[in-house]
Nanobody
Framework: QVQLVESGGGLVQAGASLRLSCAAS????????MGWFRQAPGKERDLIAA????????YYADSVKGRFTISRDNAKSTVYLQMNSLNPGDTAVYFC?????????????????WGQGTQVTVSS
């Protein structure tokens, strides 16, 4: 079992930056691929970034490519999402998730563990 706790969300103005953190506890962190998802009201939960266990392979959705960066520190059992140039379209609840599948995992149903989410609101 893995417990995931997100932090770092908040209310910011358009153009600002935020860094989300997701701290893991329980089973060894470095065996898991990690992902960041977001869900806006009335919309599906979408993958926006993913990273493999070692951190040397990543995936980004087109909507965040060039603005967001996913990274991980296995010694701290933490995955990060650096978000730059935020716009109102980025407003959502952001979730981190862990998958026991090797490589970069891009399918929602392949993630085994989920955090409770953190709200990000971007005002215009």
């Amino acid at each position: 079992q893995v417990q995931l706790v997100e932090s770092g969300g908040g209310l910011v103005q358009a153009g600002a930056s935020l860094r989300l953190s997701c701290a893991a506890s329980g089973r060894p962190f470095d065996i898991y691929a990690m992902g960041w998802f977001r869900q806006a009201p009335g919309k599906e939960r979408d993958l926006i970034a993913a990273i493999n266990w070692s951190g040397d392979s990543t995936y980004y959705a087109d909507s965040v490519k060039g603005r967001f960066t996913i990274s991980r520190d296995n010694a701290k059992s933490t995955v990060y999402l650096q978000m730059n140039s935020l716009n109102p379209g980025d407003t959502a609840v952001y979730f981190c998730a862990a998958s026991g599948i090797s490589g970069v995992v891009t399918l929602l149903y392949e993630y085994d563990y989920w955090g409770q989410g953190t709200q990000v609101t971007v005002s215009s």
